[in-house]
């Protein structure tokens, strides 16, 4: 069987384009902006990529066209489709129809945090034998891929709330069908789909209503807008998890940047992480991930062994380079909560009177719609200064959105230029953490190259 793939080289699409290829079919595909990791690792599996949207990436005459949800019409390949009846379908149908219809699905959803938790949660099946299948939306440090069949009926699969395709605009993963389901956190994002907040906690209710009654729902404690969601109906036991305040999964002891904490459940403590990542937003995550592994009979204290040599994903606070004492970091961070707690574990990580420098490209369709513009400026408090570049299309002000800093943020809708002035006026023992939901036209590198010494 022949698969094409339109818009192969998003992170969902690139990753079921490995776990067709590992089925054992022809898998081609088409995208345009074509960039690393995602070409690499899709290469190096031998599948091909056309360059673009063109009629010709048909003349191989697939069996089967899966169609990503950045396409819409007008699209010349999916008009191409449409108007040659040609077999199609969804990723997320193809998804349940061939890899997820005979497995225990581990789902991993919310705002923030879904790559991270379902690497870790990945990582700890496979330390623990389980030998799982994954579908994640990043590349996996400790897999160095985003997705594999695995060996046994376990699938970690990140569930995006996101819709499917122009022709089905459900939630992603309603397909997926979990038994265990880890709700990370609900916040309003993705506003050029989702009208509000109301709407996408339906859109999580429905995915409530496919986990089964001897299947698991993990969620934070104490959280109104996931609660609202779970009194919309649930038929599913729960259990919680918090870093302050009463839940099932708890912290204590917890270092100042989060690397070393003790674990308790229902109250006793069952062990104590120590690892090398940092901030809240991960020891949450952790607690999440202990959750969901002792729900498929993992014993607590060897996922906290586990999880202890997690190497994290690619493009979350990823070390790109040190140069002249400047460490550069990559994160994918484009939502204004997801820039603070990035922000605030890096603050605790910084070296001896260094400084933290931000970077930011406000990139996804929610930030340049300006749904978020008055939570920008916040989002940015623990940094010690801000370089903001800007798309040339915004229809409103970057600059006054972080007027109330002052000189501590810059802003530039020039990326060379942004660059020339990182390089002026970074310091030794500066870090330097760029977010963006994209490639930000190769800034990690350039920026690298720039900071040699002459």
Not at 171 to 184: D, W
Not at 436 to 453: R, V, Y
């Amino acid at each position: 069987m022949h698969i094409h793939i339109l818009g192969i080289c998003g992170t969902f699409m690139g990753g079921l384009a490995l776990l067709a290829r590992e089925m054992g079919y022809q898998v081609s595909g088409s995208d345009a902006g074509v960039y690393p990791p995602m070409s690499t690792q899709l290469e190096s599996a031998g599948i091909a990529l056309h360059e673009g949207y063109g009629e010709d990436a048909f003349d191989s005459q697939p069996d089967l066209v899966v169609i990503g949800n950045a396409m819409s019409r007008g699209n010349p390949a999916v008009e191409y489709v449409l108007a040659r009846n040609l077999p199609y379908t969804s990723g997320p149908q193809f998804l349940a129809d061939h890899v997820l219809k005979d497995k225990w699905v581990l789902a991993v959803a919310g705002t923030h945090g879904k790559t991270t938790t379902a690497s870790m949660l990945a990582h700890v099946l496979d330390e623990c034998g389980l030998a799982p299948g994954f579908l994640i939306g990043g590349i996996a440090q400790d897999f160095g891929i985003s997705a594999r069949l695995g060996e046994t009926p376990f699938f970690v699969v990140e569930a995006d709330e996101y819709d499917t395709a122009f022709f089905d605009k459900r939630s992603k993963f309603v397909h997926y069908r979990p038994r265990t389901l880890v709700i990370n956190n609900l916040e309003f994002d993705h506003a050029d789909i989702f009208p509000d907040l109301a709407s996408i906690q339906r859109q999580f209710h429905h995915l409530i209503r496919t986990v089964p009654g001897n299947g698991l729902i993990i969620h934070p404690a104490a959280e109104p807008d996931i609660d609202a969601v779970l009194a919309m109906g649930c038929w599913t036991p729960c259990e919680t998890f918090a870093l302050d305040g009463s839940a099932d999964w708890q912290l204590g002891n917890a270092s100042a940047a989060f690397d070393r904490f003790d674990v308790s459940l229902t109250g006793e403590v069952v062990g104590t992480l120590q690892w090398s990542h940092a901030g809240r937003h991960n020891a949450a995550n952790a607690l999440a991930t202990l959750a969901a592994a002792r729900h498929v009979g993992i014993p607590v204290a060897e996922a906290i062994k586990a999880l202890a040599n997690f190497q994290g994903v690619k493009r979350r606070m990823e070390l790109r380079g040190d140069v002249a004492g400047r460490r550069v970091f990559d994160d994918f961070a484009h939502h204004p909560t997801a820039i603070s707690t990035t922000l605030q574990g890096a603050k605790n990580c910084l070296r001896d009177k260094g400084r933290l420098v931000a970077v930011l490209e406000p990139r996804s369709n929610t930030m340049r719609l300006g749904i978020h513009r008055d939570a920008l400026a916040g989002s940015v408090a623990d940094a010690d200064k801000v370089y903001v570049f800007v798309p040339g299309d915004l229809d409103w002000s970057m600059q006054e959105a972080f007027a109330s800093l002052g000189d501590k943020v810059e802003c530039f809708t020039d990326l060379a230029d942004l660059i020339t002035a990182l390089v002026t006026d970074s310091e030794n023992g500066d870090d330097i953490v760029v977010m963006s939901n994209g490639a930000f036209g190769g800034i990690h590198d350039k920026l690298l190259q720039a900071l040699q010494p002459s």
